[in-house]
């Protein structure tokens, strides 16, 4: 049996756990920030910069965490004696909990709702779906892979122009699979496809088919090197496609100062996510996965390890206490915001989002080293 260097797998995880920490922010905002919507892409008018970068910053998220679900499952496969088969079959077995989770204690979390009237297919029913596809595209050749997952991150958007109406044959899966939109199930039930996964099952198969830069007998250069050029070759193409404004996104335009002209410029869709909010996303978290194999960084980035080490655990528990934290403030405060109760200020979410990272670092590190130390207890790692 091979094993993975354990310095390669910290890098893996002080990004898992960065991007972790933007989503609590990204959280934050949607919990105590409602009074001032955000939509998608941006009103680049309308938003305050300040509210557009916290935003923006969030966008790292999805991407680059679905990314290392792909990468994680080659680790996988290279470290068991039955390779891609195992990777197979785990990536199966947890795409369907996630599913299952995301339809259950994920929604019960955002809505309080029991039993639901509207079911939210977000971002861990995109992954579980991404891993049910990657369980059976990971047989192909590792260049079909590659192609596999360019076509479906750079061609999908050739086909926003089709959509269907709720009712049409094929609405449905449509709806799953490209057009974000509402699904009506009837007896009051309704299920909204936030995540559209074929993007997405583009990204898991590229993290999947760059899984040989992390082998064994891949040196550490060569290594550094990939992460470093595809990076930066991805956002220089970012900015060509974008500076074009021809393909790849919804155009930007020059606005009245040169801050909201780049904002508009990076105001990049990510429902579902533009092949330039691919690039920009992607490129971002290759140069970060290459920055963070620097020895210097190792000690300062350890509680970003340790949260990425179990972000199951971290997503939950958060949701959960947002949640609780929310009724808490209207049964206290009310609702200040008209229909909400928020904050005031911006900042306000920074400062409770450090509060919210301190408290929920403990018990997350402590879940972390029960799964490490616990390696017989196979139901620890679908966490």
Same mark, same amino acid.
């Given at each position: 049996?091979?094993? +993975?260097?354990?310095?390669?797998?910290?890098?893996?995880?002080?990004?898992?756990?960065?991007?972790?920490?933007?989503?609590?922010?990204?959280?934050?905002? #949607?919990?105590?920030?409602?009074?001032?919507?955000?939509?998608?892409?941006?009103?680049?008018? #309308?938003?305050?910069?300040?509210?557009?970068?916290?935003?923006?910053?969030?966008?790292?998220?999805?991407?680059?965490?679905?990314?290392?679900?792909?990468? *994680?499952?080659?680790?996988?496969?290279?470290?068991?004696?039955? %390779?891609?088969?195992?990777?197979?079959?785990?990536?199966?077995?947890?795409?369907?909990?996630?599913?299952?989770? #995301?339809?259950?204690?994920?929604?019960?979390?955002?809505?309080?709702?029991?039993?639901?009237?509207?079911?939210?297919?977000?971002?861990?029913?995109?992954?579980?779906?991404?891993?049910?596809?990657? *369980?059976?595209?990971?047989?192909?050749?590792?260049?079909?892979?590659?192609?596999?997952?360019?076509?479906?991150?750079?061609?999908?958007?050739?086909?926003?122009?089709?959509?269907?109406?709720?009712?049409?044959?094929?609405?449905?899966?449509?709806?799953?699979?490209?057009?974000?939109?509402?699904?009506?199930?009837?007896?009051?039930?309704?299920?909204?496809?936030?995540?559209?996964? +074929?993007?997405?099952?583009?990204?898991?198969?590229? %993290?999947?088919?760059?899984?040989?830069?992390?082998?064994?007998?891949?040196?550490? &250069?060569?290594?550094?090197?990939?992460?470093?050029?595809?990076?930066?070759?991805?956002?220089?193409?970012?900015?060509?496609?974008?500076?074009?404004?021809?393909?790849?996104?919804?155009?930007?335009? *020059?606005?009245? &100062?040169?801050?909201?002209?780049?904002?508009?410029?990076?105001?990049?869709?990510?429902?579902?996510?533009?092949?330039?909010?691919?690039?920009?996303?992607? %490129?971002? %978290?290759?140069?970060?996965?290459?920055?963070? #194999?620097?020895?210097?960084?190792?000690?300062?980035?350890?509680?970003?390890?340790?949260?990425?080490?179990?972000?199951?655990?971290?997503?939950?528990?958060?949701?959960?206490?947002?949640?609780?934290?929310?009724?808490?403030? +209207?049964?206290?405060?009310?609702?200040?915001?008209?229909?909400?109760?928020?904050?005031?200020?911006?900042?306000?979410?920074?400062?409770?989002?450090?509060?919210?990272?301190?408290?929920?670092?403990?018990?997350?590190?402590?879940?972390?080293?029960?799964?490490?130390?616990?390696?017989?207890?196979?139901?620890?790692?679908?966490?």
């Amino acid at each position: 049996m091979s094993s +993975v260097p354990r310095p390669r797998l910290t890098s893996i995880d002080q990004l898992r756990g960065m991007v972790m920490l933007l989503m609590l922010l990204d959280h934050v905002r #949607e919990t105590f920030y409602l009074h001032q919507q955000v939509g998608d892409p941006m009103n680049v008018a #309308e938003t305050p910069p300040v509210l557009f970068v916290c935003r923006l910053l969030a966008h790292l998220c999805a991407p680059a965490f679905v990314f290392l679900t792909g990468l *994680s499952a080659w680790l996988y496969a290279s470290a068991q004696p039955r %390779g891609r088969a195992a990777a197979s079959a785990f990536l199966f077995k947890r795409g369907a909990f996630l599913i299952v989770l #995301e339809l259950t204690l994920v929604n019960f979390a955002w809505t309080f709702q029991l039993p639901p009237h509207t079911l939210y297919l977000q971002v861990i029913w995109a992954i579980g779906l991404s891993m049910l596809a990657l *369980s059976a595209l990971l047989w192909l050749p590792r260049a079909a892979l590659l192609l596999t997952g360019a076509v479906l991150v750079a061609g999908h958007n050739l086909l926003d122009g089709l959509r269907l109406a709720s009712g049409e044959p094929w609405h449905a899966l449509w709806a799953v699979l490209h057009q974000r939109d509402w699904i009506v199930l009837g007896d009051g039930l309704r299920l909204r496809t936030t995540y559209p996964v +074929v993007p997405w099952i583009g990204v898991i198969t590229l %993290g999947y088919a760059i899984g040989p830069w992390y082998g064994r007998d891949t040196p550490t &250069d060569t290594r550094h090197a990939w992460l470093l050029r595809t990076g930066l070759a991805a956002l220089a193409v970012f900015v060509l496609l974008r500076a074009l404004n021809v393909y790849g996104d919804t155009p930007w335009q *020059s606005m009245d &100062d040169a801050l909201r002209t780049a904002m508009s410029f990076f105001n990049v869709t990510k429902y579902p996510p533009s092949l330039l909010f691919v690039l920009l996303t992607l %490129g971002t %978290g290759l140069l970060l996965l290459r920055l963070y #194999e620097q020895p210097a960084w190792a000690r300062w980035l350890t509680p970003l390890a340790d949260i990425g080490a179990a972000p199951m655990f971290f997503y939950l528990l958060h949701l959960y206490l947002l949640k609780a934290l929310y009724l808490l403030a +209207v049964a206290i405060f009310g609702h200040n915001q008209g229909d909400y109760y928020g904050f005031g200020s911006v900042w306000a979410l920074w400062l409770a989002t450090a509060l919210l990272a301190v408290a929920l670092y403990l018990p997350t590190r402590a879940f972390a080293r029960l799964k490490a130390r616990r390696r017989d207890l196979a139901w620890l790692r679908y966490f």
